[in-house]
């Protein structure tokens, strides 16, 4: 089945432990990115990957890191999480670029930081 | 930055009525998009439009797009239950590769 598989769904932490959101595609998708959705605000871009080793910045993306090794795989890195990263973290990836193109989003990870 | 604002934030109507939902962007796009989001999962792709089409219909679901004024209207027919959800619009603009969203309508379908 073609999914975006985002781990974990949910997790607490405390302020300045290092965590990582791991997705994974098996569309063979190129596109891939990163959004948070918090209450009244919409989902804003943290970052996204054009292909392997492309990245570049979203809209917020203060606090994070993320990497793209292989063409399946983008991991959110929060290396000292902080409270106001407290939100919900969508994954999405399409084809190619989304112009054009529909996102597939993952089933979301809930992330409190303590 | 939010690209689209959507309009009215909350929506409630009676089962078999017509739904309709408002976008409006600020700069030129080349394509709008329409998701659904049910109670906080995943966003789901419901409809494209091009920056050159006026008007696309999927089954019950009708999208309008007026690039003169920026703006997008998607119309939901014979309302369901099922069709209580959030709904997204999301502009790629000219200028970047970045899919932008905006803080969403809410819909809710009473029985």
């Known amino acids: 089945e073609a999914q975006v598989t985002q781990n974990p769904r949910y997790l607490i932490t405390v302020t300045g432990k290092k965590l990582t959101v791991t997705c994974s595609q098996n569309m063979n998708h190129e596109y891939m990115s990163w959004y948070r959705q918090d209450p009244g605000l919409g989902l804003r871009q943290i970052y996204y990957s054009m292909n392997v080793e492309v990245t570049d910045k979203g809209d917020v993306p203060e606090g994070y890191k993320v990497s793209r090794k292989e063409k399946r795989n983008f991991p959110l890195i929060l290396e000292s999480p902080s409270p106001n990263q407290t939100s919900l973290y969508f994954c999405?990836?399409?084809?190619?670029?989304?112009?054009?193109?529909?996102?597939?989003f993952g089933s979301g990870t809930q992330l409190s930081v303590l | 930055s939010q690209q689209g604002e959507e309009d009215p934030q909350a929506l409630s109507i009676q089962e078999g009525e017509n739904a309709t939902m408002n976008c409006s962007y600020k700069?030129?796009?080349?394509?709008l998009q329409w998701y659904r989001q049910n109670s906080g999962r995943g966003l789901v792709h419901l409809i494209l439009i091009r920056s050159n089409e006026r008007e696309k219909h999927s089954g019950r679901l009708r999208v309008t797009l007026d690039t003169s004024k920026k703006s997008s209207s998607l119309l939901i027919t014979a309302s369901r239950a099922a069709d209580t959800a959030s709904y997204f619009c999301?502009?790629?603009?000219?200028?970047?590769?970045?899919?932008?969203f905006g803080a969403g309508t809410t819909v809710t379908v009473r029985a």
């Open positions: 999405a990836s399409s084809l190619s670029s989304p112009r054009g193109e529909k996102l597939f």
């Open positions: 700069t030129s796009i080349n394509n």
């Open positions: 999301a502009t790629d603009a000219k200028s970047d590769y970045k899919l932008s």
